[in-house]
Nanobody
Framework: VQLVESGGGLAQSGGSLNLSCVASERLYEITSGDWYRQAPGKEREWVAEINAGGGTRYVGSVEGRFIISRDNAKSTMYLQMNSLKPEDTARYYC??????????????WGQGTQVTVAS
């Protein structure tokens, strides 16, 4: 299963972006998923998680500003990013653990989408 992120781009400080992570085939479910980000010269950082029960966790720096969600009917995971800051500038990657409609388990990474926040 391939994952394709979209929704990145240039935003002003205080603005919003909504990232999408779409699977290449119909899914029975997104069991769990994470968003990560990597800024130039820095290690990849975990940002947010949605678990099998729908519970969510966030890294402290985005708590209260970002919202992770999923829509199994659309085979898509989202990251709503609000009150963006220049330090949110990075390439954002999704990582999904799920089940296809053919009942095959998978875990895949997307190729990433660039988010740039101007001050």
């Amino acid at each position: 299963v391939q994952l394709v992120e979209s929704g990145g781009g240039l935003a002003q400080s205080g603005g919003s972006l909504n990232l999408s992570c779409v699977a290449s085939e119909r899914l029975y479910e997104i069991t769990s998923g994470d968003w990560y980000r990597q800024a130039p010269g820095k290690e990849r950082e975990w940002v947010a998680e949605i678990n099998a029960g729908g519970g969510t966790r966030y890294v402290g720096s985005v708590e209260g500003r970002f919202i992770i969600s999923r829509d199994n009917a659309k085979s898509t995971m989202y990251l709503q990013m609000n009150s963006l800051k220049p330090e949110d500038t990075a390439r954002y990657y999704c990582n999904v653990h799920g089940i296809t409609n053919k009942m095959k388990l998978f875990r895949s990474w997307g190729q990433g989408t660039q988010v740039t926040v101007a001050s």
